[in-house]
């Protein structure tokens, strides 16, 4: 079975490894190149393409009379999308005669659209999970063919959960390749009126809210944490990156108030506190002890 991909980040070498792995054909990849502003953390397309001597390309906009002729003339049964950061033109997805399918890494119809794996945490979810779906021009609205449910834990950041979706999404696509190869395609609607869409986080969405309760500013910090631009508050005039703290319930000594005490530091929310455990402020990282000698000239004060 041929089989045209668009594929970016680790989850996009995973499902290239896998449709190998499965047999199928893959004449071209679309990807995308790095961006310079971006942390390059993750996993190449472009080098496994290279790696296994595939034909990839990484177009502006794929959706050119030009790239679809292209993808047209290929042949291809099906066309699959693994993390690829663009919508896909109607015109590729209706080529195939299989359909276009696309990894999504959540638990559809719920969190819908970008940047899920950061979005459930920062919501406070205790479940998410992957999902193979049926692309339409609507995004992640197509019909489900596959699924598989992730526990989040408590303390879980987004590279830790993020290594937990590419593990389900192996066991998934190992389990529904065999038969999409088949011509055996399960597709079951989706309930959009039960599930939720959110859209591309920016870094500055990561400034924190000290009127939230000390859950739900823990919760931001674990799901913007490295390798992602980090939450942040402003004190004196300069910007503190909070790169790890924990949420303490109790008392609290007033949003965004700085509290020093034996060595510790107690930043009050709407709920609670929370304790800085890593801090970054002008380029410089703080931890342990040097949390507490940071902000002891602070004490007092309020962050913002």
Known sequence: MKAVVFAYHTMGV??????????????????????????????????????????????????????????????PDIVFSFYYRRMISGEILRIPPLGAYNLHGSLLPAYRGRAPVNWVLVRGEQTTGVTLHEMVEKPDAGAIVAQEEVAIGPDDTAVV???????????????????????????????????SYFG??????????????????????????????GAFGFLGGRKVLIWWARPLEGPSPGPGSVAVSKGLVFIGTASGAIMPLEIEVDGTVYKGEEVAEYFKTHEGKRMT
């Open 14 to 75: 995973l499902g290239i490894k896998k449709l190998l792995a499965h047999g199928f054909e893959i004449p071209l990849v679309f990807t995308h190149e790095d961006s310079p502003d971006e942390n390059i953390w993750f996993g190449s397309v472009s080098d496994l393409c290279r790696e296994k001597g595939i034909g990839h390309a990484a177009p502006e906009n794929p959706g050119t009379d030009e790239w679809i002729g292209r993808v047209a003339s290929l042949k």
């Open 161 to 195: 959960l993020f290594g937990r979706l590419e593990e389900a999404a192996s066991r998934m696509l190992d389990a529904i390749l065999p038969r999409i190869r088949r011509g055996d395609i399960p597709r079951t609607p989706q309930d959009l009126q039960r599930g």
């Open 200 to 229: 591309g986080r920016k870094p500055e969405d990561g400034h924190i809210s000290w009127d939230r309760s000390a859950r739900e500013v823990f919760n931001l910090i674990r799901g913007v944490t490295r390798p992602y631009p």
